[in-house]
């Protein structure tokens, strides 16, 4: 149990375009999500955290505008990086609680983001 | 200060050795505690959960918490060329704090 799929694993844009990673809690449901970033060897950094049906909470240093977080659905939260630049090349890793029974999150495969 | 502290080694042990990984955290009203394994270019894996003082084992691996000391730990008995990962430490407030993690190598 607790599967958390993303959908693309890898992703490679041209600089200005937007980009939509999607997370998927397969056999839960997500009260909430989470979505982190990792540059190369470093450790996860959080950028938001997202309620089912409700504004996601970004962290300080995050800009909303640019990554556009949407959880719809008890199951589906989404990530778009918008305007995307070279900068933004990381490994988006977003997580799932369920809420009910305990705090662990399960964190989905990762999508790899290159922007050209 | 961080809020959470490990070793970024690597710790080298060899096969069959017992690989101690520690972690320590400044907020002392953090009430959870996990373990998750990272190879490298994939996501976080969990291995092990913990919420109060005391050993929880799990396998061949055990987690050492005292929450006196800011203190957790994780035992890998019987390491394998396998574990070779990042370990990273979580502590849980209403959000996951990671450390940098513990880079670990078990050699033949």
């Known amino acids: 149990g607790a599967v958390v799929s993303q959908h693309p694993s890898w992703v490679i844009c041209k600089s200005g375009t937007s980009v939509k990673i999607e997370c998927r809690s397969l056999d839960f449901q997500a009260t909430t999500m989470f979505w982190y970033r990792q540059f190369p060897k470093q450790s996860l950094m959080l950028m938001a955290t997202?309620?089912?049906?409700?504004?996601?909470?970004?962290e300080q240093g995050v800009e909303k505008d640019k990554f556009l977080i949407n959880h719809a659905s008890l199951t589906l939260s989404t990530l778009t990086v918008t305007s995307a630049h070279p900068e933004d090349s990381s490994f988006y890793i977003c997580?799932?609680?369920?809420?009910?029974?305990?705090?662990?999150?399960?964190f989905g495969p990762g999508t790899r983001l290159t922007v050209l | 200060q961080k809020e959470v502290e490990q070793n970024s080694g690597p710790l080298s042990v060899p096969e069959g050795a017992i690989a101690s990984l520690n972690c320590t955290y400044s907020?002392?009203?953090?009430?959870?505690f996990f373990w998750y394994r990272q190879y490298s270019g994939k996501s976080p894996e969990l291995i092990m959960s913990?919420?109060?003082?005391g050993d929880k084992e799990d396998g061949r691996f055990t987690a050492q918490l005292n929450k006196a000391s800011q203190y957790v730990s994780l035992l890998i008995r019987d390491s394998q060329p396998s574990d070779s990962a990042t370990y990273l430490c979580a502590v849980s407030t209403d959000k996951l704090i990671f450390g940098t993690g513990t880079r670990l190598q078990v050699f033949p």
């Open positions: 913990i919420y109060s003082n």
């Open positions: 997580s799932a609680r369920d809420g009910v029974s305990t705090d662990t999150q399960y």
């Open positions: 907020d002392r009203v953090s009430q959870s």
């Open positions: 997202s309620n089912e049906g409700s504004k996601a909470t970004y």
